[in-house]
């Protein structure tokens, strides 16, 4: 049973265009998320987080939305990059700001192209 | 340098075999994890250590082991490798606040 759903496997994006990724998730007791981006050949790394007390975080060209009655997030990518062409996947934890027991979605294929 | 180094980076072994992962870490971090990528399925924790004497059972424990020789260092063992535990897997670690990963480059592992 999937916990945290990300349904679209791939996103083509023109560089400049917003590009807005996906997790859907379905235990109401996940309280903190964040994205983690992942080049080929590399491990993810961390791009940003969100607790359930907020509903929107930003970090220059990233801002991460929850949604916690819909318990969806999304990530908004303004303006898309060609080097922002990578895997990214949501993962969500029920311990408030704590990456012990991190669920991790199955990743949506971002491609930036010019 | 990396702060995570895995290695090796790749392995091939065959059914039955043991083989251990190994992985150290320059960040000072008490948190280490070891985590696998199938297609399809994401990041899935196999288990994680609060440091040298706490090591916990993930999600999916079953056919591995691990020792956490140092603060530094987290090894992933499979006693008796099988084909479905081919994969590729991922060491991280956090500090003590655990807000957030940092993730090795990763070795993946083919067992035939």
């Known amino acids: 049973d999937q916990q945290v759903k990300q349904n679209s496997p791939s996103l083509s994006v023109q560089e400049g265009r917003i590009s807005i990724l996906n997790c859907d998730y379905t235990?109401?007791?996940?309280?903190?998320f964040l994205w983690y981006k992942k080049y080929p050949a590399e491990g993810p790394t961390f791009l940003i987080s969100?607790?359930?007390?907020?509903d929107k975080n930003e970090d220059g060209r990233f801002t991460v939305f929850l949604n916690k009655s819909a318990k969806h997030l999304s990530l908004h990518i303004v303006p898309s990059q060609p080097g922002d062409s990578a895997v990214y996947f949501c993962a969500a934890s029920d311990i408030f700001f704590n990456t012990d027991k991190l669920i991790f979605g199955t990743g949506t294929r971002l491609q930036v192209f010019p | 340098d990396a702060d995570v180094t895995q290695t090796p980076r790749n392995r091939i072994t065959k059914t039955g075999k043991r083989i251990m992962l190994e992985c150290s870490q320059t960040?000072?971090?008490?948190?280490m994890y070891w985590y696998r990528q199938d297609p399809g399925l994401g990041l899935r924790l196999i288990y994680y250590s609060f440091d040298v004497k706490d090591i916990n059972k993930g999600e999916i424990s079953d056919g591995y082991s691990v020792s956490r020789q140092a603060q530094a260092k987290f090894s992933l063992s499979l006693e008796s490798a099988i084909p479905n535990q081919t994969a590729l897997y991922f060491c991280a670690t956090s500090d003590y606040r655990g807000e957030k990963l940092f993730f090795g480059s990763g070795t993946q592992l083919s067992v035939l």
């Open positions: 235990n109401s007791m996940f309280d903190y």
């Open positions: 969100i607790s359930s007390i907020k």
């Open positions: 960040k000072g971090h008490d948190r």
